[in-house]
Structures are given as structure tokens and as C-alpha cells.
């Protein structure tokens, strides 16, 4: 019986070593990682009215970990600084992000909406978040590249 035991219990062991794990930051529907703003869309009448490309060194980055949402942007063009960093959670196609400490330009917005909500489509390597006026009408979108 013990033989039986311990052959089972390595059996489970092997098994458990060599099951492949899964890899959730790269799963559809899971925004664990690093992401670059690639370009945005302007919106008219609920249809994509224009694509805004970064433009001369214009850079910005996402960290969504654990529940927590970093974010940084770089416009050599601004001198202020951007940056924010709170919690976020994705419910029924929507994600929200709850600002908690930004920079100065950014606390002053945080001041009036700290909470923002997005539309939120998503592939496997990147993902919209789409801005939703108060009519319910589209009016911004952010599209993100996953960072390899």
C-alpha cells in the first residue's frame, strides 16, 4: 500500500511539474502588462472620423498589474509632467480606472472626474478604450500594442 502511495503521490508530482502553466498576459480579455499607446480615434456621429498618430517623440505607456493601473506620458512639445497611478477593474465590457495620486497637471483633472470609464474592446496583443460622452455617443479612442 505504501508503494502504491508513494507511486501515486509521484505520479501527481511529475504531473503537476510538467503540466504547461498558463500564461494569463497573454490571454484575450486580460490587460496584465505593459501597453504603448499606438494612436487615437477622434469620433463623429458615432463613426471614426479622423486617426491622430503620436507624433515626434510623443510616447505613453500602460502597467496594469494585480489590479493596479500605472500609466506615463511623454510629449517633448509639454514641459508638464503626466503621469497617474491608481486601481482599475473591468466589468461587462467596461473599464474603469480610479485615479489615487497623479502629477500636478493630472491632479487637477482628478479633482473634477476621479473615476474614468471606458469602453474597453480587447484582442490578445491589443485593446481600445473608447471614451463615452454623456449622451452615451463615442468621442475618443486610446489604441494600445501590447509591449513584448
Same mark, same amino acid.
Given at each position: 500500500m505504501k508503494t502504491f502511495v508513494l507511486i501515486l %503521490? +509521484?505520479?501527481?508530482?511529475?504531473l503537476a511539474l510538467t503540466q504547461e502553466k498558463k500564461d494569463t498576459a497573454t490571454e484575450?480579455?486580460?490587460? /496584465? +502588462?505593459?501597453? !504603448?499607446?499606438k494612436h487615437q480615434?477622434?469620433? !463623429?456621429?458615432?463613426?471614426i472620423s479622423d486617426t491622430v498618430l503620436n507624433q515626434n517623440g510623443y510616447r505613453q505607456?500602460?502597467?496594469?498589474s494585480k489590479g493596479k493601473v500605472m500609466w506615463t506620458r511623454f510629449d517633448p512639445k509639454d514641459d508638464n509632467e503626466w503621469f497617474g497611478y491608481g486601481t482599475y477593474s473591468?466589468?461587462? +465590457?467596461?473599464? /474603469? /480606472?480610479?485615479? !489615487?495620486y497623479a502629477s500636478g497637471p493630472m491632479m487637477k483633472i482628478?479633482?473634477?472626474? #476621479?473615476? %474614468?470609464? %471606458?469602453?474597453?474592446?480587447?484582442?490578445?496583443?491589443?485593446?481600445? #478604450?473608447?471614451n463615452i460622452d454623456e449622451e452615451g455617443h463615442y468621442s475618443l479612442a486610446e489604441n494600445y500594442q501590447r509591449v513584448n
Open positions: %503521490f +509521484g505520479m501527481c508530482s511529475l484575450p480579455n486580460n490587460l /496584465e +502588462g505593459v501597453w !504603448e499607446l480615434y477622434l469620433y !463623429e456621429d458615432n463613426q505607456v500602460k502597467i496594469y473591468i466589468k461587462d +465590457g467596461i473599464l /474603469e /480606472e480610479h485615479l !489615487e482628478i479633482d473634477t472626474m #476621479q473615476v %474614468f470609464k %471606458f469602453e474597453l474592446i480587447m484582442s490578445k496583443n491589443s485593446y481600445q #478604450q473608447i
